[in-house]
């Protein structure tokens, strides 16, 4: 199966749907994105992006809300807070303060924005 997200001008991800593979392949059975996009854009119309449950391409699985930055080539979720930066290597978003060494399952922290750290829960 192969995933696509559908980006509106903004290159904000509106839905993401699954097809068959066999609607990504030429007649030579080679699957490539172009076809599948056009087949979404064909069936469903909007502007259509490749994504991978995986992760394989575009460093994440796309999903609603996200944006598709095609400079980086990768879907990069919501920004969580004013404060945090992105990583250009990886996409994710980064706190300025790191998280304290001793979180885990059983001592959780939250970011609090107001003084740019983290808070014990």
């Known amino acids: 199966m192969a995933h696509f997200a559908e980006i509106d001008s903004n290159n904000i ?10 609607n990504t392949a030429d007649s030579d059975g080679h699957e490539t994105e172009s076809i599948g996009a056009t087949y979404c854009q064909n069936l469903l119309g909007g ?3 490749q994504t991978s449950y995986n992760a394989r391409i575009r460093k994440r699985f796309a999903g609603i809300g ?4 095609s400079t980086r080539n990768a879907f990069i979720l919501p920004k969580p807070f004013n ?3 992105l990583n250009e290597t990886t996409c994710d978003w980064e706190a300025p303060v790191d998280l304290p060494a001793d979180a885990s399952a059983s ?5 609090n924005e107001g003084t740019t750290s983290w808070v014990e829960d």
């Open 13 to 22: 991800v509106l839905r993401v749907v699954v097809i068959s593979d066999s």
């Open 47 to 49: 502007t259509w992006v």
């Open 66 to 69: 996200y944006t598709y930055d």
């Open 83 to 85: 404060s945090w930066t």
């Open 107 to 111: 001592k959780t922290y939250s970011w």
